[in-house]
């Protein structure tokens, strides 16, 4: 008989305080954990999950001005400039029940809004206008006394013109 076994069973003694090696694959359960510890450590997996699908939330006017921050305790925080907070609040009964329709459950109960710098847009540039089109819009209203009107809708054609031509793609209509 060896000398570390007991007398009356048939197992060493302090074999349970060593480690044992498992063999074969581990469920995917006891690895997720450790994986995304140190992901999840900033953001809690409700508020990565709001930040993923946030445009079709809010929907993309909002969204481009608000951040969800945290979901803690049933409050949602959200981030937004000072203007936006306004209509928040306004909107925080429908806001409330479409992210509790996302996230399956009433997780959040109550919004809280935190002032963030708001973020800049670059000015919008206007496209130039190509001679073609600036030709096709006077000789639309080429029938029409000088004045405000025609002024006006030339101004209406090329805008009209530059427009359905960078939309599609192709040269501007010449022909009205």
Known sequence: MPTG???????????TKVSRHVHGPRPIAAVVPGATRNAFRRTAPGVAQLMEAWDGIVGPLLAASTTPRRLAQGTLTIGCSGPVAMEL?????ELLSRVNQYLGSQA???????QIAAARTPPRTRPRVAPAVEMAAAAAVADLPDGPLR???TSLGRAVLTESASRLGKQPRTSC
Request: positive net charge; without cysteine.
């Open 5 to 15: 076994r007991s007398t009356d069973d048939d197992t060493y003694r302090d074999m």
């Open 151 to 153: 002024a006006a809708l």
């Open 89 to 93: 609040q306004h909107l925080s009964t």
């Open 108 to 114: 959040a109960r109550r919004l809280r809004l935190v």
